[in-house]
């Protein structure tokens, strides 16, 4: 496995690779990798000649200080992952490397961006487009792997590519979850032992609001699902929508031939934690 920490070399590199005639496939992520990732990369191994990884924590799409600060970092511990999944190349920059001048371009993903995430985390999904049509200039990729625990995400970067001509195929990858049923997250090593014992009453709650659509209505499921996590005082609910699958907006039926999710972020002690559920 090469290891670049410049754009540079990077870009240098890859283009002989394409030159060659190798397929790209691109996963970027934050570190502090789990089996979450590599499932992304195995995958992309499958359906490229080329594995590229990215591993740079962001500070553009954290809008809580002290969370950009405590997110994890290990990148002896992912370099010994990546060696072993099979990567070909990992780039690893500094942030001064990324924004060597102050950003300031702003995209505008309308409904998309004002839902959820984007009401509970100002900015964030800028910071997120930002980078990854950084990443996305640097790698040049021919499909790019990211997993459907972070959907909205998704549905941000689906909209970028559309908006910036880039071509790359977003290919989305589906939650990899541990054997209690918690979405994998690199957040999750820094739940205490008594949190991580708690925290599958997460994804146990959505399978239960599932499980009640042919009875209820989505405000009544929603008014549930509030109910469950009010009792549960270890949690604070930050939300819990029921969406259309596309542009995310809020439903209030279940309406045939539509594509419906149910989407809930918590804070576990100081940890906040995603996940999603498919309804219809």
């Known amino acids: 496995m090469k290891l670049f920490k410049t754009i540079e070399e990077t870009t240098s590199y890859i283009s002989l690779q394409k030159g060659n005639g190798q397929s790209v496939g ?26 590229v990884v990215s591993v740079f924590v962001n500070p553009k799409q954290f809008d809580n200080p002290e969370d950009l600060e405590k997110y994890p970092r290990d990148l002896d511990k ?14 690893a920059p500094e942030v001064t490397e990324m924004y060597p001048e102050q950003e300031t371009i702003s995209y ?7 839902v959820m995430e984007g009401a509970s985390r100002k900015g964030h999904f800028n910071g997120v ?9 640097i790698v040049v990729p021919d499909r790019a792997y990211f ?13 970028l590519v559309k908006q910036t001509n880039q071509e790359v195929a977003i290919v989305p990858c ?33 399978q239960q609001a599932r499980d009640k659509v042919t009875d209820l209505q989505p405000a009544q499921i929603k008014d549930w699902v ?14 819990f929508e029921i969406a259309e699958d596309t542009f ?11 594509g419906t999710m149910g989407f809930i972020a918590v804070f576990l002690g100081k940890v906040r934690l995603i996940d999603n559920i498919r309804f219809i």
């Open 174 to 206: 589906p939650i990899v979850r541990e054997t209690d049923g918690l979405a994998m997250s690199s957040r999750n090593e820094r739940l205490t032992v008594e949190e991580r014992a708690l925290a599958p009453f997460i994804y146990q709650t959505l």
């Open 108 to 114: 505008d993903f309308g409904q998309l961006e004002t």
């Open 226 to 239: 509030i109910g469950e996590f009010k009792k549960e005082k270890a949690f604070t609910l930050d939300y």
């Open 147 to 159: 997993g459907e625990k972070d959907f909205q995400q998704l549905a941000i970067i689906k909209q």
């Open 248 to 258: 995310l907006q809020p439903v209030d039926s279940w309406e045939e031939g539509r």
């Open 129 to 137: 487009a930002v980078v990854v049509r950084k990443l996305f200039d």
């Open 26 to 51: 691109f996963v970027p992520t934050m570190g502090a990798l789990h089996e979450g990732h590599l499932a992304l990369m195995r995958r992309a191994l499958k359906e490229n000649e080329l594995l």
């Open 78 to 91: 992912d370099m010994r992952l990546l060696e072993k999944v099979g990567c070909d190349v990992l780039f």
